[in-house]
């Protein structure tokens, strides 16, 4: 019982309050809080549709933790691998925990006539696609308007539970033998095909089972996300600068593969510009960590490299985060587009001549990637785009995008510039 109560003071946080899901729980919360938790965010629309056929009227506002506990009940009847009874119980108990006794009879009688109408509500389900899909009409609309050959893969993908992914330190053991290492602890894994240091595990386990977690001889970051590190073309003695920084995976893989360089990693979050602190302190490496903005940032003797990882819709990402789907708004995208151009604008001051910039974001929409782009191309002369030599993701006009794929890689875009004189 304790977990749906938790369940239904997580989720009000993030339907209510607009917080996002992994801001809202807290270290107490059980796996079976967080499984429900992610459960009825991936699948909402499609919950929400059920209740509405199921209740003869909605109920009062005051009353919005018993529908949200209602959606968890409906989700923990349709996918959580025990019998209905169990679920519908629990849900029912956790009404004399909010002490609201009089909605005992009210929840019992919705679900169990959820249980015996389940088959002809799901098919009602399948007659609208962003209800079946669980995806925001916007949000199908431009995956179908710019992705029509890849829709299934991506609305699969972002349905699922993304996979483990980790990055092997390569300056400090190679890949064949840190998978040993794993397979000594009965751990399963097979490589990455894009990288030399993706490795991914057949069931995802607590970092500090991975062997050599904490003397840095691994991190978990997703395949696609450890593309940016490559892409930057580093030499000895380059300065490089890595905006927008935080949490820092791109930062420490930048320090794991390149010696001789001077890095600068800043963010204007000071919050999460801790997190850089702690995993450059358990990897061991050291760089010049900023609290600070690109706009406001400056540099006398310029970067020779700079990776912009530009704050996005995070669309690419909706698998490992799926209250993107219910926190973003269309409108959105529009003011991310010319934060994007703005941002982009401000580190190409920064960026020496001759040096290369890399444009990435964890986003499939092409508002924020290659038109981006080619705003910023048709206004900077100054501006080439390099191609990128790669057999993954699908080229554009600008760059290279990855989509998300169920047993693969999140989503990203990727754009490689190069700066002349002019």
């Not at 992705?147 to 064949?176: C, G, K, W």
């Not at 302190?281 to 706009?295: A, P």
Request: charged share 20%; with cysteine.
């Amino acid at each position: 019982m304790q977990e749906y109560l938790a369940t239904t003071q997580i989720l009000n946080a993030v339907l209510h309050k607009g917080r996002s899901l992994d801001a809202s729980f807290s270290k107490t919360n059980s796996p079976l809080t967080k499984q429900i938790c992610y459960g009825v965010i991936r699948h909402y629309y499609e919950l929400e549709f059920y209740l509405a056929q199921l209740l003869n009227k909605p109920l009062a506002k005051k009353h919005q933790d018993l529908h949200i506990l209602l959606l968890a009940g409906l989700y923990s009847i349709s996918h959580l691998r025990r019998p209905s009874h169990t679920s519908v119980n629990a849900v029912v108990e956790t009404t004399m925990l909010m002490k609201k006794h009089w909605a005992k009879g009210l929840l019992n009688g919705v679900l169990r006539n959820y249980i015996r109408n389940q088959a002809k509500l799901t098919a009602q389900s399948q007659q609208d696609e962003a209800i079946s899909s669980n995806h925001p009409p916007w949000l199908l609309h431009q995956i179908k308007q710019h992705f029509p050959q890849y829709i299934e893969q991506i609305l699969s993908a972002n349905n699922h539970q993304a996979p483990m992914t980790l990055r092997v330190n390569l300056s400090r053991i190679s890949r064949d033998d840190y998978q040993m290492l794993l397979k000594e602890q009965n751990i399963n894994s097979s490589s990455g095909t894009i990288t030399n240091s993706a490795l991914y595990l057949e069931t995802p386990i607590q970092v500090d089972e991975l062997p050599g977690f904490k003397d840095g001889l691994v991190s978990v970051q997703d395949e696609a996300s450890q593309i940016a590190a490559t892409l930057l073309n580093i030499s000895p003695g380059n300065r490089i600068l890595d905006a927008c920084a935080a949490p820092g995976g791109k930062t420490c893989h930048i320090l794991e593969q390149a010696q001789n360089i001077t890095l600068t990693a800043i963010d204007i979050d000071n919050r999460r510009l801790q997190k850089i602190h702690e995993n450059l302190n358990r990897l061991k490496y050291q760089c010049i960590v900023s609290n600070d903005g690109l706009e406001s940032h400056t540099s006398n003797d310029g970067y020779d490299r700079i990776l912009l990882d530009a704050p996005c819709s995070a669309t690419g990402i909706i698998r490992r985060h799926p209250d993107i789907k219910l926190l973003r708004r269309e409108s959105d995208i529009k003011n991310l587009a010319i934060t994007q151009l703005t941002l982009l604008q401000s580190a190409w001051k920064l960026l020496n001549n001759d040096g290369e910039l890399i444009y990435s974001t964890c986003s499939i929409l092409p508002a924020e990637n290659e038109n981006v782009i080619a705003a910023f191309i048709a206004n900077n002369d100054s501006a080439v785009v390099l191609s990128i030599d790669a057999q993954w993701g699908y080229k554009t006009n600008s760059g290279v995008q990855i989509l998300p794929s169920r047993e693969s890689t999140d989503g990203f875009f990727y754009a490689r510039l190069k700066k002349q004189a002019v």
